[in-house]
């Protein structure tokens, strides 16, 4: 019993698991964080930051996709923060060139943002994360319309409220908010391969359209596709029977 928690299905492609998948210019911006110490943030830094940044892009100094770049400060510590930046989702800038970038970035809010005046490095991510690749197709595929309208399951495992967060690369990111209050379920079939009898998917390699992927990929659904992935592949190697009505929702 495999469970293919890669984030790309990249087991699954190996095992000749049908996928889908955006073509890679329109799949969603990947992230870049860069932790830096010495700022003096305020209320306005989150709109300061995004807006040198796109003046930056204008002039050719950083990529047009660091215009997109978000502020976020350290809770609890007030001379610190991250800059998560935005990277072209085609993989166009290997690592060593989005880091370059960001120094720029960064020497470019210095020079023209007091916040960051003294501001420098502390450290940045190991890697550019995706937050779109391929995915597998399930027995069931969730929907824009299972998000936004709550909808329930009768193999529900995992319930999520999280908005559409989908970052376009040309627009930035775009948010579909659910009805308040309410969430919508994931369902078993999306964990399950077509054509595959032991093999699962979770977190971000479940079948689902573009944008209900850009509900579903957020950290705690994935983690919770997970645990339900394990419980059920534990369930089948004693069993050899799949019985999602006996796993309890997340």
Same mark, same amino acid.
């Given at each position: ?105 960064? @020497?470019?809010? /210095?020079?023209?943002? !007091?916040?960051? *005046? ?10 550019? %994360? #995706? ?82 992927? @850009?509900?579903? /990929?957020?950290?705690? !659904?994935?983690? *919770? ?10 369930? %089948? #190697? ?13």
């Amino acid at each position: 019993m495999l469970i293919d928690a890669t984030g790309n299905a990249a087991f699954s492609a190996l095992a000749g698991a049908p996928l889908l998948a955006a073509a890679p210019e329109n799949r969603q911006l990947g992230g870049f964080v860069v932790q830096v110490q010495g700022c003096r943030g305020d209320d306005m830094t989150a709109v300061s930051v995004p807006y040198l940044l796109h003046k930056a892009a204008g002039e050719g100094i950083v990529p047009p996709s660091f215009r997109f770049t978000a502020w976020e400060p350290e809770i609890g510590s007030p001379d610190r923060g991250f800059l998560k930046f935005s990277v072209p989702p085609a993989g166009d800038l290997p690592p060593a060139l989005v880091r370059e970038f960001s120094e720029r970035a960064i @020497a470019y809010l /210095r020079a023209h943002l !007091p916040a960051f *005046a003294a501001a420098s490095v502390e450290r940045t991510s190991g890697r550019v %994360f #995706a937050r779109e690749g391929s995915r597998i197709q399930g027995e069931y595929v969730l929907t824009e319309e299972d998000v936004l309208n709550g909808r329930k399951f009768d193999d529900g495992l995992v319930k999520n409220a999280w908005p559409i967060e989908f970052w376009d690369p040309r627009r930035g990111p775009v948010y579909k908010y659910l009805i308040e209050g309410d969430y919508y379920e994931i369902p078993f079939r999306c964990l399950r391969p077509v054509g595959m009898l032991n093999l699962l998917a979770a977190g971000m390699c479940l079948s689902s359209t573009q944008a209900a992927h @850009a509900s579903a /990929r957020v950290v705690g !659904p994935c983690i *919770a596709l997970g645990e339900k992935a394990g419980q059920a592949a534990a369930m %089948f #190697a004693g069993t050899g029977e799949w019985k999602p009505d006996r796993l309890s929702h997340s």
